[in-house]
């Protein structure tokens, strides 16, 4: 579903500043593989979503989603294969429009734009639907405007929107942490529940250990560009936090790195 062929990405090339975010990546994503990864700061785990949404372009290497070259086809071009949520809550909604509206927003992505205005009453009818999936009684509320909504109902509205058009790649960037922990909580068993329904192909970083335990089937560790331990199927299943804190200390030369960078 996604390769990523020898990723090469240099910030401020040639001077003080120079920073490899990406030494060389290649990475190989099946239809329905939900990756966790983790990595202590700067390890380049954001660069890695911004290099497969398009946000930023690699120096070096090839991105294929579908077998379909990634190369020229800019952030706006790939909303069609591809579902974002980031870790700030505001960032995947409009405030001022109404929850149907930010909804009908999220479907035209995909799906042919019609010239009939509004939303009609089957998609509406849709809409409510997918909201139920939810649990927060965010369907009753189709004409409430985003911006009143709670930081955990917001992420919430963001991930349903992100997942309900059954994009082709799912990128969860830390959308957990922003949020207090019972409602970080609702959102990772949201994520859970909408990823499975899908069969999406995800990758969600979190620093959150458990996390990255708890979900999904793969888990990729992250170090100055480099990913530096892999776990799959049955040895994924039988991580737990001290075996991953473990792993982090082999790969660890940096004696400023502590597993509190790992950690939240
Ligand atoms: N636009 C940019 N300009 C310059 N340097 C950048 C830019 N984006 C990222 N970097 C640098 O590239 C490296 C990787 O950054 P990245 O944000 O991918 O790390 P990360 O693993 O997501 O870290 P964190 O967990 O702190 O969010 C860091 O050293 C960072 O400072």
Known sequence: MLQLKEIYK????GSVDEKIALNQVSLALNEGDFVTVIGSNGAGKSTLLNVIAGRIVPDEGEILIKKKSMHGV?????AKYIGRVFQDPMAGTAPTLTIEENLAIAYSRVHKRTLKPGVSSKR????????ELLGLGLENRLTAKVGLL???ERQALSLLMATFTKPDILLLDEHTAALDP???ELIT????KLVENGNLTTLMITHNMQQAVDLGNRLIMMDKGNIVFEAEGEEK????VKSLLEEFSKIKTDS???DKTLLI
């Open 256 to 258: 400023s790195l502590s």
């Open 237 to 240: 299943q039988g991580l737990t």
């Open 10 to 13: 240099v910030f401020n090339e």
């Open 189 to 192: 068993n949201l994520t859970k």
């Open 74 to 78: 800019r952030e706006h071009q790939r």
């Open 182 to 184: 019972s409602r970080a």
């Open 150 to 152: 709670s930081g955990g």
């Open 124 to 131: 509406r009818l849709f809409f409510k639907e997918q909201l």
